[in-house]
């Protein structure tokens, strides 16, 4: 493997590697070493990801090297240091309390991978946590960050999973009931692991130097196309945040935490935690028990709450970016979110043309989805299975939650249907619906089967779930299981259908 470490060599680190948690100030990573584990081994390795970075997912030393027991040549660990507005409230310092940088890889095809290991023990920005993740959480981050690749998603990746064999307490129900689980270390890969509240942390500082150090840094290393234009940057950031969310939307992806902490200035998803996918269709549902009183990151409000963030980061950016250019990147963002949004929805209903009335048909349809309790996914699959004027209510009702609201709203769905049909029957009109309305994805019932099975040792539920999240879109009969809506006895299990915060 090559390396090449910018964000080590071009930027400040502390002066300092000894353990303890502390305030950091003036630098924006320090240097730490992975704790060693006790007894590693592979739950998942991503081999086509392993090839394009060289790395030898075959040889123990790469074992070693991602259960953070060995440094492989080149690496030099780290862990950064960013704030963040969590729940809307300013939490000054956070950084990679459970995160390592192991460093930049240089893959084939001339791109960053930057290697980052969470779960590999305590970084000066642990708090009063012990650095750790459990396997649960680590199987989680794995499998949804393979399938939102596949799905076309913009997301940090995964490179790997190892067991450590050692055990991680967690208070799972915040009952005070802490309990022992099995330790995990997913190693996850990205051009940048930048997030919002990198800059927001000096800007609160009033630490100018370090401020503008990394806004040029990212501008050369992670935009070098924009060719050190800030108020173009910001506008970008807007931009692929708006897309990001328009992805999220379309696919029904709840992500759960967005604080300015979790926002990638690559406008990846990432920091996969109590996420979730809309099953019965909910504007306020969220998977995140911690948010269950606010809903502040629930389905409906994902959009509004990115904007937030960009505001958040545009606050950081004020002494440094022209102010017409931060509005006019806020401005940018409405409009690419609203447009995006009614073009993946004219996409997912296969309309042929655009109409003044479309984004009313999809808000109608919506709320009857909501009325009748339908299933997200599967009622829009559903809706490319016949031509439009032969489709009826019935066609929808084994995707109901709830037969009585099913039948209560039926005339309403009747008419939307008739509403639909209007609007004709292009040619291609179901390769493109089945192209944009995925008929598998990682829901987390489907997830807790492959980690209940996983802490027993047994992998298969585990490689099945991957092999058919490799093609979300396609029909796969062999995997027609892993596309039922949610089973009953998962409503209110643990983990099923909501969850808690950090893991
Ligand atoms: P998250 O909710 O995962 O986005 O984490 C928010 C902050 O808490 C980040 O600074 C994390 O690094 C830190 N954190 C979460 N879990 C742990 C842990 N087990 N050990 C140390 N720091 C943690
Ligand atoms: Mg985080």
Not at 315 to 321: C, D, E, I, P
Not at 366 to 395: K, Y
Request: negative net charge; aromatic residues 8%; proline residues 6%.
């Amino acid at each position: 493997m090559k390396f090449d470490n910018r964000f080590v060599r071009e930027l400040p680190g502390e002066p300092t590697a000894a353990p303890g948690a502390r305030p950091v100030r003036g630098a924006l990573y320090s240097r730490v070493q992975p704790t060693p584990v006790a007894a590693p081994r592979w739950i998942a390795v991503n081999h086509a990801l392993a090839a394009e970075i060289d790395a030898e997912p075959d040889s123990p030393a790469f074992l070693q090297a991602m259960a953070g027991n060995h440094l492989l040549p080149g690496m030099e660990p780290i862990a950064s240091n960013y704030g963040g507005h969590q729940f809307g409230h300013w939490a000054g310092q956070l950084g990679d309390g459970r995160a390592i940088s192991l460093g930049e890889a240089i893959g084939r095809d001339g791109a960053r991978y930057e290697l980052q290991l969470k779960g590999a023990g305590p970084t000066p920005y642990s708090r009063h946590a012990d650095g750790r993740a459990v396997l649960r959480s680590s199987l989680r981050e794995y499998v949804l960050s393979e399938a939102m690749h596949a799905l076309g998603v913009p997301t940090t990746r995964a490179l790997s999973l190892v067991a450590t064999g050692e055990p991680v307490v967690r208070d799972m129900f915040y009952d005070g009931r802490p309990q022992q689980e099995p330790g995990a270390i997913v190693c996850r890969v990205a051009p940048s692991f930048i997030r919002f509240g990198h800059f927001e942390l000096p800007a609160a500082r009033g630490d100018t130097a370090l401020l503008e150090r990394l806004i040029d840094f990212t501008l050369d290393r992670d935009y070098p196309q924009l060719q050190g234009d800030r108020g173009r940057w910001f506008v970008e950031i807007a931009e692929r945040t708006a897309r990001l969310m328009v992805d999220w939307m379309r696919l029904g992806f709840v992500h759960g935490v967005m604080n300015t902490d979790n926002f990638s200035i690559l406008g990846l998803t990432i920091d996969y935690g109590p996420f979730g996918w809309l099953e019965n269709v909910d504007p306020l549902w969220t998977p995140n028990t911690t948010d269950a009183e606010g809903r502040r990151y629930a389905y409906g409000r994902q959009p509004q709450i990115a904007q937030w963030n960009l505001s958040a980061l545009a606050h950081a950016l004020t002494s440094m970016v022209d102010g017409d250019a931060l509005a006019a990147g806020l401005d940018h963002y409405g409009n690419t979110f609203s447009a995006g949004y009614l073009a993946a929805l004219r996409n997912k209903l296969g309309l042929a043309d655009a109409h003044d009335d479309d984004l009313d048909l999809v808000r109608e349809l919506m709320a009857w989805m909501e009325a009748a309790e339908c299933d997200f996914t599967l009622t829009f699959r559903a809706l490319s299975e016949s031509r439009p004027g032969d489709l009826s209510a019935r066609h929808f009702e084994a995707l109901s939650y709830n037969v009585q609201k099913f039948s209560r709203a039926q005339s309403r769905i009747e008419s939307w249907l008739s509403r639909y049909a209007q609007r004709g029957d292009a040619p291609d009109r179901k390769a493109r619906m089945d192209g944009a309305n995925p008929r598998i994805v990682p829901r987390n019932y489907l997830l807790q089967q492959a980690i209940d099975a996983a802490e027993k040792g047994d992998l298969g539920v585990l490689n099945e779930l991957l092999k058919a999240l490799e093609r979300p879109f396609a029909d796969q009969p062999q995997f027609e299981h892993l596309a039922a809506k949610r089973p009953e006895w998962a409503r209110s299990r643990a983990g099923c259908s909501m969850l808690s915060c950090s893991s």
